[in-house]
């Protein structure tokens, strides 16, 4: 499995950014596709998270109300939708995969996401 996230950049406090994460290769018809950051000096952090067939979302606490996850699978692609975006939301983020044993084994390269305030 390949995946590929795209859509980061600079944007001002307030502004929104969608990022994407497309997969390739082999995958498993009953995995999840979570979203991650991690801020220079910081834990990594998990965001939301989705199931191939599109069920029930989950979204942390930390983003909820701001931050939601989406897919489309006949693009292979899972979305992060992130709105009123804060200098604090400034992180590298990343779009993970899960295998077989439904642990996170796909990552992603990561997509830089800078808020200025």
């Known amino acids: 499995v390949q995946l590929q996230a795209s859509g980061g950049g600079l944007v001002q406090a307030g502004g929104y950014l969608r990022l994407s994460c497309s997969a390739s290769?082999?995958?498993?018809?009953?995995?999840?596709t979570g979203w991650f950051r991690q801020a220079p000096g910081k834990e990594r952090e998990f965001l939301a998270r989705?199931?191939?067939?599109?069920?029930?979302?989950y979204v942390a606490p930390s983003v909820r109300g701001r931050f939601s996850i989406s897919r489309d699978n006949a693009l292979n692609t899972v979305y992060l939708q992130m709105d009123d975006l804060r200098p604090e939301d400034t992180a590298v983020y990343y779009c993970?995969?899960?295998?077989?044993?439904?642990?996170?084994?796909?990552w992603g390269q990561g997509t830089q996401v800078t808020v200025s305030s």
């Open positions: 989705i199931t191939y067939s599109a069920g029930p979302t």
């Open positions: 993970a995969q899960t295998g077989p044993r439904n642990s996170y084994d796909f």
């Open positions: 290769g082999s995958t498993f018809r009953t995995y999840t």
